[in-house]
């Protein structure tokens, strides 16, 4: 098989992202708008000149990254952008052949631009709302986001907002994402927020083990509910104390499926390369992983680029994408019908694509 046909493969098939952050998965397009929009708003050409993604064989530490999400929400802090980022990105992925899409988010307070935590998220249920509307092929749902750089207090806050709009968006929210620098703060003492959200009927996608955090992630793991992991790139190496394999035992055994984001993590230097990700790991033991992008803006990536990148990395057949992305419907956060919805979309698409058994080198 060629690189060109396995590249066309990807696109075709049918995907779901399950981790994408809002202001990071801006195409080009819409950064540049937006750019040049808020430079000619603040008469502040100087945003033209700051880096904002990471392009081809750029690669960054990790702590490189979170400083350029500064700068990025800098640019995104009125209504405007956040309708915007939004509507676009959901068309995005429409185009990239993504059939379910759940996007995160940490709500901002922006006073000199109106900007309040119940505006950011109905800003974000009107453009998703307004692309339903259109018929855009793709369902989608939000996850609003706790920072772990905020605090405490902010996260319980956070948790109640994500309450209220898990009973009144229409089913849109679902849950609650764990992000911001895993350098920062320690996880455990956010487990009485998990713990409360999870008894409120939220849906728990938990960043974890991003770095070498073992104390951290073996509190939650033990203490709380956690439906997903996100990147959980350092869950199957020994603990440096005891060198014990404590964490992947527990995710194994808990059967957490892990949300692999392969270009976010070669880029931010989490991983050393496609080849040495995790990814191999988790799927050679038949655990639940699905591939998603972190944000396809910044690490300039598509979700189909990112089953490339598996099926090259780990000689994967069209069979075996296919599965991974059949499989990924089971680990959204839709509910039952929208999952068998989105399973009988992809029995129409199976019988169109060629699945054949072979490996992608051979
Ligand atoms: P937002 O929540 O503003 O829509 O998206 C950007 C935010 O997502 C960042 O400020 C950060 O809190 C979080 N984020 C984005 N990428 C990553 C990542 O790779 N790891 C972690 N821990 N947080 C991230």
């Known amino acids: 098989m060629?690189?060109?046909?396995?590249?066309?493969?990807?696109?075709?098939?049918?995907?779901?992202?399950?981790?994408?952050?809002?202001?990071?998965?801006?195409?080009?397009?819409?950064?540049?708008?937006?750019?040049?929009?808020?430079?000619?708003?603040?008469?502040?050409?100087?945003?033209?000149?700051?880096?904002?993604?990471?392009?081809?064989?750029?690669?960054?530490?990790?702590?490189?990254?979170?400083?350029?999400?500064?700068?990025?929400?800098?640019?995104?802090?009125?209504?405007?952008?956040?309708?915007?980022?939004?509507?676009?990105?959901?068309?995005?992925?429409a185009a990239d052949n993504v059939k379910y899409l759940e996007l995160r988010s940490t709500p901002k307070d922006v006073p000199e631009t109106g900007l309040t935590w119940p505006v950011y998220v109905d800003t974000m249920l009107r453009a998703v709302r307004d692309c339903r509307a259109e018929e855009v092929d793709i369902v989608v749902r939000i996850l609003i986001s706790i920072d772990r750089r905020k605090g405490?207090?902010?996260?319980?806050?956070?948790?109640?907002?994500?309450?209220?709009?898990?009973?009144?968006?229409?089913?849109?929210?679902?849950?609650?994402?764990?992000?911001?620098d895993p350098q920062v703060g320690d996880a455990t003492d956010y487990i009485p927020v998990f713990q409360s959200a999870h008894e409120k009927g939220l849906k728990l996608a938990l960043h974890l083990a991003e770095i070498p955090n073992f104390e951290e992630t073996l509190n939650v793991l033990k203490q709380c509910h956690c439906d997903r992991i996100g990147h959980g790139t350092c869950l199957n190496q020994p603990s440096p104390g005891d060198g014990r394999k404590e964490l992947e035992e527990i995710v194994l055994q808990k059967k957490i499926p892990i949300e692999a984001c392969m270009t976010s993590n070669v880029k931010t230097k989490t991983v050393r390369d496609y080849e040495s990700h995790h990814l191999d790991f988790w799927y050679k033991r038949n655990h639940p992983v699905v591939l998603c992008t972190d944000g396809k803006g910044v690490y300039q990536t598509t979700v189909s680029n990112e089953y490339l990148q598996a099926a090259e990395a780990f000689n994967l057949s069209r069979q075996n994408l296919w599965d991974l992305s059949f499989d990924s419907i089971n680990h959204t956060f839709a509910s039952d019908s929208v999952k068998s919805m989105l399973r009988a979309k992809w029995g129409e698409v199976k019988s169109k694509m060629d699945i054949s058994p072979y490996g992608c080198n051979s």
């Open 2 to 93: 060629t690189r060109q046909s396995l590249k066309e493969f990807c696109y075709q098939l049918p995907k779901v992202e399950l981790h994408t952050h809002l202001n990071t998965s801006f195409s080009d397009k819409t950064l540049q708008e937006l750019v040049d929009r808020k430079a000619k708003l603040d008469d502040n050409s100087e945003y033209r000149s700051w880096k904002l993604t990471f392009t081809e064989n750029d690669n960054c530490p990790i702590d490189e990254s979170f400083t350029l999400f500064t700068f990025l929400h800098k640019i995104f802090n009125d209504e405007y952008s956040i309708y915007k980022l939004t509507y676009d990105i959901i068309h995005e992925y």
């Open 152 to 180: 405490v207090d902010v996260a319980r806050q956070t948790v109640s907002l994500a309450d209220r709009y898990l009973h009144d968006s229409d089913g849109i929210v679902v849950g609650i994402d764990f992000s911001g």
